[in-house]
């Protein structure tokens, strides 16, 4: 049996793994990157429509979500949206920001794939593709088994990512490891996903498909105004993305369909009261089909200022009870795994078993939609190889 020797072995070629290796191979560390796909980076190739949302220039602890908020602290601090702009300044990439700190390659995302297959490169660190593990195991050293090929390491990284988009490879790999090694885990589930109506709205709202608005979509006090999209199942788009991450099975989320608008003070100053005039008014703020659709559902009980001030009311406060998500294979991301109490939140090594490290996206850190957990992947990456 092949046995092949490293200081320190990452398992999984994504965003967080690269940069672990970058880091580990420039402190002289003889790193090996385990890759089970063909290729490294697929999931950096298909974010941003292909362009790649590398990170946000508008990066807080506040815009990440953990059992503990505190957690990726430590690491953000250590490496910024600076660093890793600098990091494709140097490599010359043209970038540009889109909307809300986002941005995003000129090009393709290809680009920033081979920045760091460059970078891994010249910092020695060796990236081996189709490589499928049967174990993990850990005695004087770690010991991860491929078929007939054993690599042994010092220090294991792992870097496999979450359950989202499995079309593109995603397994649970990674839980079960930190499963194997006796680590607690707050449960995964899909963030930043689609929304599904319930029965009664699908009934009402999805021949609206297509239609989008701009709404603040709001659970307690996590608000989010940006676009809001129907679709033929439910509710998607940025502000829907966004509270998908805080909502949890059976509760409701607040959406504002015309944010900062006074909707009804042109039917209370005009001369008529009726509903072809609260439509009027309502088409000014939101598309004509979602204006006519919800009045027809929503009509006033009468007209007097008591009943259109209710109506306003309701139109600020739509309560949308979802029937669930669409799940892993339309989520963007993992919300939950393996639970920060267990890692340190300088280096990201366990705790309890020396030279164990879990970073990225298999990591109880989730962070909002526009760059903020490729910023988490680059940062908790950067702070494992400082340390491996």
């Not at 807080?60 to 490496?79: G, Q, T, V, W």
Request: aromatic residues 8%; proline residues 4%; hydrophobic residues 40%.
């Amino acid at each position: 049996m092949p046995i092949h020797k490293f200081d320190v072995i990452i398992l999984g070629g994504g965003a967080a793994g690269l940069m672990c290796a970058i880091e580990a191979g420039k402190r002289g560390r003889r790193v090996a990157v385990l890759e089970r796909a063909a290729r490294i980076g697929k999931k950096i190739l298909i974010s941003g429509g292909g362009r790649c949302n590398f990170t946000n220039l508008h990066c807080r602890p506040e815009n990440f979500i953990s059992d503990n908020p505190h957690f990726a602290k430590s690491a953000l601090a250590a490496y910024t949206p600076a660093d890793f702009i600098a990091l494709v300044e140097k490599h010359r990439i043209a970038y540009h920001e889109k909307t809300l700190g986002q941005l995003f390659c000129d090009g393709s995302a290809q680009q920033i794939v081979n920045m760091l297959e460059t970078e891994c490169r010249h910092a020695g660190a060796r990236i081996l593709t189709n490589v499928s593990l049967d174990r993990v195991e850990r005695g004087d050293h770690f010991i991860a088994s491929a078929g007939n090929e054993e690599f042994r390491s010092q220090s294991l990284v792992v870097a496999t990512g979450g359950l989202s988009i499995p079309k593109m490879g995603a397994t649970s790999f990674g839980y079960e490891l930190a499963r194997q090694f006796g680590l607690k885990i707050v449960a995964p589930r899909p963030a930043l996903v689609p929304l599904l109506f319930n029965a009664q709205d699908r009934q009402s709202y999805s021949d609206l498909t297509g239609v989008s608005a701009e709404v603040v979509a709001s659970i307690g006090k996590q608000r989010f105004r940006e676009k809001m999209l129907f679709t033929h199942r439910g509710l998607s788009g940025p502000a829907i993305l966004q509270i998908s991450s805080y909502w949890q099975d059976g509760g409701s989320i607040m959406i504002d369909l015309a944010p900062g608008v006074d909707l009804t003070a042109p039917v209370r100053t005009g001369s008529r009261r009726h509903l072809s005039a609260l439509k009027s008014a309502f088409r000014a703020v939101v598309p004509q089909r979602l204006a006519d659709r919800w009045v027809e559902l929503h009509t006033p009980t009468s007209w007097t200022n008591h009943a259109l001030t209710e109506w306003e009311r309701e139109a600020h406060n739509w309560a949308v009870t979802p029937e669930g998500t669409e799940g892993y294979d339309k989520a963007e991301v993992t919300a939950g795994g393996v639970d920060t109490s267990e890692l340190s939140s300088k280096t990201m090594e366990c705790r309890n078993i020396p030279g164990l490290y879990f970073i990225g996206e298999v990591v109880d850190v989730t962070g909002h939609l526009g760059g903020f957990n490729f910023q988490w992947a680059w940062a908790s990456g950067f702070c494992a190889g400082q340390s491996a």
